[in-house]
């Protein structure tokens, strides 16, 4: 049986205060895993911990109790991260670069050398839709074409695992919806993500299961068609059903000719209920 992707166990994380005799604790007993090939939803209001999860996942930041582990490896060990690209939500740039200099830049950083890098850049580069713009300078980039770098920088290596904190920020709709589609298409290709986004409509089409946080405590976790179920309602569509129909229970409809096309608890929004269970 293989590995989880992310396995975290009981991680606590405490911040002194300078200056003063207090603390404060960031993320508190937090225990979740990812499975291989999942995309994983971790929300929460501002301040509620994401950003530290992220940050001992990633060996940024030491814990201060628990362990964090990327495929069955401790997380603060640097071998842990070769299987991971990451994508931080204000990321830097050299604007002066051109966006294949910076893939290739990049890429050295990762080992990478000669034809083996040059083909790569150019393969990440027609991923992101951004092959005409490779010999552009990044300085003259949108904020789309920022993000969409910062994906390709993420793959250079070809990781196993992409964290992504708020992949979309200030992105218009038609960038917004551009790299979603990216997102989806590294998931085909098998890749374990980690997205940290506000746009909770945008995690409802993409995430496999979410994880909410809230003052540092995980309140809700779970697939993500569970979590938005409304509970004690069923939903029935019918085909070719008459309006006599519609007013009948189940049980009558076969008799009356018609087919059961589907039967499911009807939902929610993945904002409701974020909001409902951070109130």
């Known amino acids: 049986m293989s590995a989880p992707a992310i396995s975290i166990r009981n991680l606590t994380k405490v911040y002194p205060i300078p200056f003063k005799r207090e603390r404060v604790t960031a993320v508190h007993d937090l225990t979740l895993s990812v499975e291989p090939g999942q995309v994983y939803g971790l929300l929460g209001p501002n301040g509620s911990g994401k950003s530290t999860t992220m940050k001992v996942l990633l060996g940024l930041v030491p814990a201060s109790s628990g362990s964090t582990q990327i495929f069955g490896r401790d997380s603060a060990l640097v071998a842990s991260h070769e299987e991971v690209g990451y994508l931080p939500e204000n990321p830097y740039f050299y604007k002066y670069l051109t966006g294949e200099e910076t893939l290739r830049f990049y890429g050295k950083l990762c080992g990478l050398r000669g034809t083996a890098l040059r083909d790569r850049a150019r393969d990440l580069l027609k991923l992101v839709g951004l092959e005409n713009a490779a010999d552009r300078r990044i300085g003259g980039y949108s904020k789309g074409m920022l ?133």
């Open 147 to 279: 993000q969409r770098i910062g994906l390709a920088q993420a793959l250079v290596q070809e990781p196993r695992l992409l964290v992504l904190d708020e992949p979309t920020a200030g992105v218009d709709p038609a960038g917004s919806r551009e790299i979603r589609d990216l997102i989806l298409e590294f998931k085909s290709r098998g890749i374990t993500i980690l997205l940290c986004s506000h746009l909770l409509g945008q995690v409802q089409e993409i995430c496999d299961r979410v994880g909410i946080l809230h003052n540092g405590r995980l309140v809700r976790e779970g697939a993500l068609e569970s979590l938005i179920s409304i509970e004690n309602q069923t939903q029935l569509i019918f085909e070719n059903a008459s309006p006599d129909l519609l007013a009948r229970f189940e049980a009558e409809a076969e008799a009356c000719g018609a087919r059961l096309v589907e039967k499911s608890k009807p939902h929610t929004t993945l904002e409701r209920f974020f909001l409902e269970v951070t109130k």
